[in-house]
């Protein structure tokens, strides 16, 4: 275990914004967990479970309590035949080094999600997902340290309630209750993928005549695509997608259209509409604000290009979801968790 006290939380989120958090636990081995919860309940201070920080946003004023991070690492095969492999992976692993690991071995189930920031533990609480492929399609269960009853459990997908970016884990009465220590998954044992794919992917693998639809050629091209889109949070300070999507009812759909608002239709037949097109429409693309710049590249994505504080940050997501509800009468909802500056009973992990 590391314990560290008046971190920056600049330094521990992808936004790069945020003052301290009073104290930093990194878990290195299944004792530190309880001893890790055991810390913050003895100096009666809330908690707070963080990822890679990539989708996650930290105010001024810090967090007066305990920020856990789960360092612990380690990818295993828990059985394989010819059709599918099930994979145990801790949560404090990178989650595109599973994705690279994964498709080294040709499985297939996560190469679209090339590329996503973050943690292996973090991806099933925002039931992450991209290009048509998403966490609940291949997660089979969780270990987790719960801290309500200190005993490590097991959940499975069944229980986790899992729809778009939402699961027991960050909605509801549950959420931050459990500290993800493993994810298992049931990856397909398979080499070559069938068509078509998600139409973006697909658009991208014609246009360079890819017919060979391996999980190494998928993780390839979402690779470039995202490169293209995406600015590195490693690099260009972001939080990656600030804006969720917004899935519409059948009648909200057709009222939408009827409108001339696009909508779109996913390949399990719900319609959406991308917020990043009503950005985009509403002429914010590429526009700075408060010393944000609304990505040219990917209206969803905002970039920290000169701010140092939240208010900036607060100033123009404002800007943006008053001048969409304007011009479309929707709402935009911010997708980046906040790390409660005040005070917390709940953790949240991101």
Avoid: C
Avoid at 110 to 122: L, N, W, Y
């Amino acid at each position: 275990m590391i314990i560290k006290e008046n971190v920056p939380l600049s330094t521990l989120t992808t936004m790069r914004l945020g003052g301290n958090a009073r104290y930093v636990y990194e878990i290195e081995g299944l004792k530190d967990i309880p001893e890790a919860f055991n810390f913050a309940k003895n100096k009666n201070l809330p908690v707070f479970i963080l990822g890679g920080g990539a989708n996650t946003i930290a105010t001024d004023d810090g967090f007066p309590g305990v920020v856990i991070i789960n360092k612990i690492k380690g990818i295993e095969v828990i059985s394989e035949t010819s059709d599918e492999v099930v994979v145990r992976a801790f949560g404090g692993e990178v989650w595109d080094d599973f994705v690279a690991w994964t498709v080294e071995r040709g499985y297939s189930g996560v190469e679209a999600m090339s590329k996503i920031p973050g943690t292996v533990g973090a991806a099933p609480v925002q039931n992450i997902g991209a290009y048509g492929q998403d966490i609940s399609q291949v997660v089979e269960s969780i270990e987790a340290y719960d801290t309500k009853t200190s005993e490590l459990v097991v959940i499975g997908r069944e229980d986790m309630k899992m729809s778009y970016r939402s699961t027991i884990f960050n909605t509801g009465k549950d959420a931050g209750r459990y500290f993800i220590v493993a994810v298992t998954f049931v990856l397909e044992n398979e080499e070559y993928i069938e068509g078509p794919l998600y139409s973006s992917l697909q658009k991208y693998l014609d246009e360079h005549n890819i017919t060979d639809y391996s999980p190494k050629n998928i993780r390839t091209a979402v690779s470039a695509i995202r490169a293209e889109k995406l600015p590195d949070p490693a690099t260009t300070p972001s939080a990656g997608s600030f804006f969720k999507n917004i899935y519409l009812s059948e009648k909200e759909a057709e009222e939408a259209e009827n409108k001339g608002i696009k909508v779109w239709e996913k390949p399990d037949g719900k319609k959406m509409i991308n917020s990043g097109y009503l950005i985009d429409s509403a002429g914010l693309k590429g526009k700075l604000l408060h010393g944000f710049r609304v990505s040219d590249k990917a209206s969803l994505v905002l970039i920290n290009e000169s701010a140092h504080a939240y208010s900036d940050l607060a100033s123009a997501k404002k800007e943006i979801i008053d001048t969409v509800r304007e011009k479309f009468g929707f709402t935009l909802e911010q997708e980046p968790v906040e790390i409660p500056a005040k005070s917390a009973k709940k953790g949240s992990v991101k």
